[in-house]
């Protein structure tokens, strides 16, 4: 059997293929195959409980997803394992303490983009009707800490503690400034190390309860910072969204909430490198 004899394509044939191959390559992009949007992932210093820090941070997420800066929460149980997460280089994006701030320079050479305008202090609390009014009648008692290396509200009173009022004392970290709180409340120890932003958070009666016995200088403050691999593209778009919520007065609360009102540019040499000078390194734990 003879085999059936293909038609040979018309020009009518030929000219609709081609119409219809450059009518493809023409399509809008958004019916294309995109390429996907790198999300960052954002780290921050649980300084409060794990619950309290994602209510705090999660409409900030939002606002800065909206801005073209998607980026992935992780607030870890613990300082410590925050601690790691930066010296691994995990994060994209951190809120750390000064000294952590330190830490993270130079272990992968993290870069602090914002902080707060108001300076950070460390303040050592008693209960309100606690017999201690010096540092030196805290002698061999337990003092609450929140994590070995929060710097105003650990590293600086413990060094304070040891090499200007020589007070040999039982340390006991307690996870958070909340926890830390806590101690003290329940009397489980007879003072903590906190930071004064933090120790405004909490509720009027709390607050109350508590006397301030000893309060560092001020610092500056806990910064927004980025890794090197960070493009300066998305670098500009985190500073222009985090000072459009400061600007607005509908939006502002969202920083309150993260203590962070009142957006700077923050300078490693100016605001942190001086910190190695304070000789806090023997104070540092690490794992």
């Given at each position: 059997?003879r085999?059936?004899?293909?038609p ?19 399509q ?12 960052w992932?954002?780290?921050?210093v ?26 992935e929460?992780?607030?870890h149980p ?16 951190v809120?750390?303490?000064?000294y ?5 320079r130079?272990a992968?050479?993290?870069?602090p ?10 303040v ?57 709180i ?17 120790l ?53 609360p ?31 734990v690490?794992?």
């Open positions: 059997m085999a059936a004899l293909r040979r394509p018309t020009r009518r044939h030929i000219t609709q293929a081609l119409a219809w191959l450059a009518a493809a390559a023409c809008p992009t958004h019916l294309m195959a995109a390429p996907q949007r790198r999300v992932r954002l780290a921050v649980p300084q409060l409980t794990p619950v309290e820090m994602y209510n705090a941070w999660t409409p900030v997420v939002e606002a800065l997803a909206q801005a073209d800066v998607p980026c929460l992780v607030v613990s300082i410590a394992r925050f601690e790691q997460e930066f010296r691994d280089g995990g994060a994209d994006i809120f750390l303490n000064p952590h701030m330190v830490m993270a130079q992968h050479g993290y870069v983009l914002l902080r707060d305008a108001k300076p950070l202090e460390g050592l609390v008693v209960r309100q009707d606690s017999p201690y009014t010096t540092l030196a009648q805290l002698r061999d008692q337990r003092i609450a800490f929140p994590a070995p290396n929060a710097l105003a509200a650990s590293l600086y009173i413990r060094a304070a503690l040891d090499r200007e009022h020589r007070v040999r004392h039982e340390t006991w970290y307690a996870m958070n400034h909340r926890n830390a806590r101690q003290v409340l329940t009397g489980d120890a007879a003072a903590a190390g906190v930071v004064r932003t933090t405004a958070l909490e509720p009027e009666s709390v607050r109350q309860s508590l006397r301030v016995l000893y309060t560092t200088p001020a610092l500056a403050p806990h910064p927004i910072a980025v890794h090197p691999r960070v493009p300066g593209a998305v670098r500009q778009r985190l500073r222009e969204a985090l000072l459009a919520m400061a600007a607005d007065p509908a939006r502002k969202l920083l309150q909430a993260i203590q962070m009102p009142d957006p700077v540019p923050a300078d490693y040499e100016r605001d942190y490198a001086g910190l190695n000078r304070l000789g806090l390194n023997r104070y540092v690490s794992d």
